[in-house]
């Protein structure tokens, strides 16, 4: 059984900054894609970044230039550091592993971490 840890979350002041860690516990072997995602109360879940095993990346537009997405393939774990917060980022953030088996592609989902951005 995969697991997704995620740490990091907390509050922060507007122009703060955190980084967010998560990684899998059980047996999994290359994760495709890793990715971290958020949900506002009353909102959709959305993309927030990924990052593809050899690297390639994809950011929302929203956090562009503020956000980097890292990972370690060979500890399983993905990264996301969060600069210039705003207070429009304030969500739970949960990460996600994307791995393509057997003719389909298979999600773990962490349990959430709350960022909260005061203004």
């Known amino acids: 059984q995969v697991q997704l840890v995620e740490s990091g979350g907390g509050l922060v002041q507007a122009g703060g900054s955190l980084r967010l860690s998560c990684v899998a516990s059980g047996s999994i072997s290359r994760i495709d894609v890793m990715g971290w995602y958020r949900q506002a109360p009353g909102n959709q879940r959305e993309l927030v970044a990924s990052?593809?095993?050899?690297?390639?990346?994809n950011y929302a537009d929203s956090v562009k230039a503020r956000f980097t997405i890292s990972r370690d393939n060979a500890r399983n774990k993905v990264y996301l550091q969060m600069n210039s917060l705003k207070p429009e980022d304030t969500a739970v953030y949960y990460c996600n592993f994307r791995k393509y088996q057997s003719g389909s592609w298979n999600d773990y989902w962490g349990q959430g971490t709350q960022v909260s951005v005061s203004s």
């Open positions: 990052m593809t095993y050899i690297g390639s990346t």
